[in-house]
């Protein structure tokens, strides 16, 4: 791609030169995406400034899904399934029933009514006095105008009166909702703490419009904290960082700020793993039960191969039970033996299936968790900036504060807590040395068994994205992803397949990265391009 450094200049160059010739620069199309929401994304990035024209800006977007021109882009999305999607009139009980919450003779639903339209998983983890509250709180934005961003038959993705609301149904009727999630954008965040601007820090060769795009998204998500870092094997990385690692502190985010490594984590225990097979001490084949000795899976039969896949259908823990100022013994967490009553060779992402695969790795190596990870990757790659801590008091003092954005527009600081299962959430890392871990983890391994890692070995899912060996990939093969969140923080990780290149993104506030990742799919390190 052009490196001008004036952004209108390079979408220029990009429009008389054609669409990309690769599919790496590409992303797959998001279910079924609404053509009404990528209209008036081209306008918002049109009153941006970064493109001189409309037609450039959907011309841009064409060229981001794969598609030749904005016409072909519309004729591709005519023609995606039109399965009827079981989310959005689930959502549009949420809006009409509490859109008149706080004015006169408005009444809250009752435990029955909120039974017909949540799942009991959802009630269960959050009473219904409790998420009529919360829900209630939003009425103001849910007067707005609704927008469909995405939806598949049992996911959705809309906005609404300023905010970003996710949600998902149960597969059989009466398709209750199975999870909401609403976040506030930018403008909803009122916070005199992050009113005061401040210049975005970077370091390193950090590609063209990077800066802008932090900028840009810092202000559009409503962020405490971001950090946006990429490289490539062999080279150093560079990181760009903007807003504040502690804002009761005033203390402004820089690279040395470590953060909850949600998307490297998971990455760290799929490399152990494979360094285990690869030196002949665990078979991807075998019953994982063969060589468990701390817990044991309910089905003898679940081999390692599913549990790298989230194919194996293993329970996991509630999310009530994920974090907390120490890390208990796995067995405290899952009981002596892991239930598995989700269908085998169906992709369900599984933070027990991973929590197994932790004390696989621990008992082979015949070390606590944390120490056989840190012998197995974090110290061959040289990521000293990394670690599992064990209590939420060894954080140290360049641990970033995670925050929750309130309905008034303000942020509450989390309590400082870690992940429960060091596996899916415990690795505490920079974010230079998330890249670190994204662009050497293959030279840990054979290179046969590095290609298979990010080989899809599943089905094509909804969103069409497949399973590797532990890494989420593309339909085309091109793309691999980890990504992870939890109150504290939001992490994105992806791996051009071709090349190694690797883009990080990080957030001390639990939002949704996708809009912000994918304006970065552009954008990779210029040597290397």
């Not at 009514?113 to 103001?140: N, T, W």
């Not at 019953?287 to 390692?304: C, F, K, M, Y």
């Not at 033996?337 to 991973?354: A, E, H, Q």
Request: hydrophobic share 45%; net charge neutral; glycine share 10%.
């Amino acid at each position: 791609m052009p490196s001008s450094a004036n952004p209108n200049a390079a979408k220029t160059d990009a429009a008389k030169s054609g669409p990309p010739q690769t599919s790496a620069s590409t992303r797959p199309l998001p279910g079924r995406p609404s053509l009404r929401y990528l209209k008036l994304e081209a306008k918002r990035r049109l009153a941006a400034g970064e493109f001189p024209a409309l037609h450039d800006a959907q011309l841009a977007i064409a060229w981001e899904y794969g598609q030749p021109s904005w016409t072909a882009l519309k004729q591709r999305i005519s023609e995606l399934p039109t399965a009827e999607c079981q989310v959005l009139p689930q959502l549009g009980w949420v809006i009409t029933r509490f859109c008149g919450a706080g004015q006169p003779g408005w009444t809250a639903p009752g435990p029955g009514e909120m039974q017909q339209h949540f799942s009991p998983d959802v009630l269960a983890a959050r009473p219904a006095p409790e998420l009529i509250a919360a829900i209630a709180s939003a009425a103001p934005a849910l007067r707005g105008e609704l927008t469909v961003v995405a939806q598949t038959p049992l996911t959705a993705q809309v906005r609404i009166g300023g905010l970003e609301v996710f949600a998902s149904a149960a597969a059989g009727p009466p398709h209750r909702l199975t999870g909401l999630l609403a976040v506030p954008l930018g403008r909803q965040i009122t916070d005199p703490r992050v009113a005061a601007p401040l210049a975005a820090r970077r370091s390193g060769d950090v590609p063209a419009t990077v800066e802008q795009i932090a900028d840009e998204s810092f202000a559009e998500l409503g962020l405490p904290g971001l950090a946006v870092a990429g490289g490539g094997p062999g080279t150093a990385p560079w990181v760009v960082t903007k807003g504040w690692a502690d804002l009761d502190g005033g203390t402004e985010l820089a690279a040395r700020h470590s953060w909850p490594s949600y998307c490297g984590s998971a990455l760290v225990t799929t490399t152990a793993v494979l360094r285990l097979v690869a030196g002949g001490r665990l078979s991807l084949d075998a019953p994982a039960n063969g060589q468990l000795r701390a817990v044991r899976l309910e089905d003898a039969s679940i081999t390692v191969r599913e549990l790298l896949t989230h194919t194996a259908g293993v329970d996991s823990p509630a999310p009530s039970e994920l974090l907390a100022d120490h890390v208990p013994d796995l067995v405290s967490v899952t009981g002596p033996v892991v239930s598995c009553s989700g269908p085998r060779g169906t992709v369900r992402p599984s933070n027990g299936g991973y929590a197994v695969l932790s004390q696989l790795v621990a008992d082979v190596m015949g070390l606590p968790y944390a120490a056989a990870a840190t012998e197995l990757v974090l110290e061959p790659l040289g990521l000293a900036s990394s670690s599992f801590p064990a209590r939420s008091a060894d954080l140290g003092p360049d641990a970033v504060t995670g925050y929750n954005a309130n309905p008034d527009g303000t942020f509450t600081a989390v309590r400082e807590v870690i992940c429960t299962i060091p596996a899916v959430g415990g690795l505490w890392a920079t974010a230079a040395d998330t890249v670190r871990l994204g662009t050497g983890w293959a030279s840990l391994l054979p290179a046969p068994l590095a290609r298979e890692s990010v080989t899809p070995h599943t089905a094509q899912m909804s969103s069409g994205w497949r399973m590797g060996l532990g890494w989420l990939v593309s339909g085309r093969g091109d793309l691999a992803v980890h990504a992870g969140a939890a109150p504290p923080a939001s992490t994105f990780l992806r791996m051009r397949v071709r090349d190694g290149q690797v883009q990080v993104v990080l957030t001390n506030r639990g939002i949704p990265l996708g809009p912000l990742a994918d304006r970065l799919l552009r954008v990779w390190t210029p040597a290397a391009a």
